[in-house]
T-cell receptor, first 114, second 111 residues
Framework: DTAVSQTPKYLVTQMGNDKSIKCEQNLGHDTMYWYKQDSKKFLKIMFSYNNKELIINETVPNRFSPKSPDKAHLNLHINSLELGDSAVYFC?????????????FGQGTRLTVV | GESVGLHLPTLSVQEGDNSIINCAYSNSASDYFIWYKQESGKGPQFIIDIRSNMDKRQGQRVTVLLNKTVKHLSLQIAATQPGDSAVYFC??????????FGAGTTVTVRA
């Protein structure tokens, strides 16, 4: 049973398009995150949510809009995709805020903008 | 094998040898630290964690050392195996809802 699952695993799209990545966790965690991993493997937090409420928005362009319909889901919608958005996006969750317990990561969504 | 200094992006180690991966963290207020392993095509996976009231913690074949004075963290892997080949990240809690990751060290195990 996958703890944190995100779909799709691969996403290839043209510049200017709008796309969404979905994430679900079945761990009963209160906190969920989106991270972006660039081509040099650097992992940077984008957003964190606690009980459906936005806690951290790490100066992400407002073309990126997370949505948490319930605490088990955190989806990421991206408008007007740009070449620089190409990266691997990871969803994660933790029991409490990430400052106290480990975060569990999904398998990643490799986004390629052409 | 050991990554010398604060951080090297790659580490090559002979199978069976011990590995040491080093990491410098930035926030002196951080009180929780985690090591993650990321295999190719997968998400980061938890290895071991340590809180700031400890300076050493051991797991199965892994040991984490924390030196708060110099803001340094290390991960030791005993008897490194081919399955240990991966990218290893240290992470610190910059605040209650944020884990900040280091740049990562790619470990390659030579047969």
């Amino acid at each position: 049973d996958t703890a944190v699952s995100q779909t799709p695993k691969y996403l290839v799209t043209q510049m200017g398009n709008d796309k969404s990545i979905k994430c679900e966790q079945n761990l009963g965690h209160d906190t969920m995150y989106w991270y972006k991993q660039d081509s040099k493997k650097f992992l940077k937090i984008m957003f964190s949510y606690n009980n459906k409420e936005l806690i951290i928005n790490e100066t992400v362009p407002n073309r990126f809009s997370p949505k948490s319909p319930d605490k088990a889901h955190l989806n990421l919608h991206i408008n007007s995709l740009e070449l620089g958005d190409s990266a691997v996006y990871f969803c994660a969750s933790s029991q409490e805020g990430g400052g106290n317990t480990e975060a569990f990561f999904g398998q990643g969504t490799r986004l390629t903008v052409v | 094998g050991e990554s010398v200094g604060l951080h090297l992006p790659t580490l090559s180690v002979q199978e069976g040898d011990n590995s040491i991966i080093n990491c410098a963290y930035s926030n002196s207020a951080s009180d929780y630290f985690i090591w993650y392993k990321q295999e190719s095509g997968k998400g980061p996976q938890f290895i071991i964690d340590i809180r700031s009231n400890m300076d050493k913690r051991q797991g199965q074949r892994v040991t984490v050392l924390l030196n708060k004075t110099v803001k340094h963290l290390s991960l030791q892997i005993a008897a490194t195996q081919p399955g240990d080949s991966a990218v290893y990240f240290c992470a610190e809690n910059s605040n209650d809802y944020k884990l900040s990751f280091g740049a990562g060290t790619t470990v390659t195990v030579r047969a």
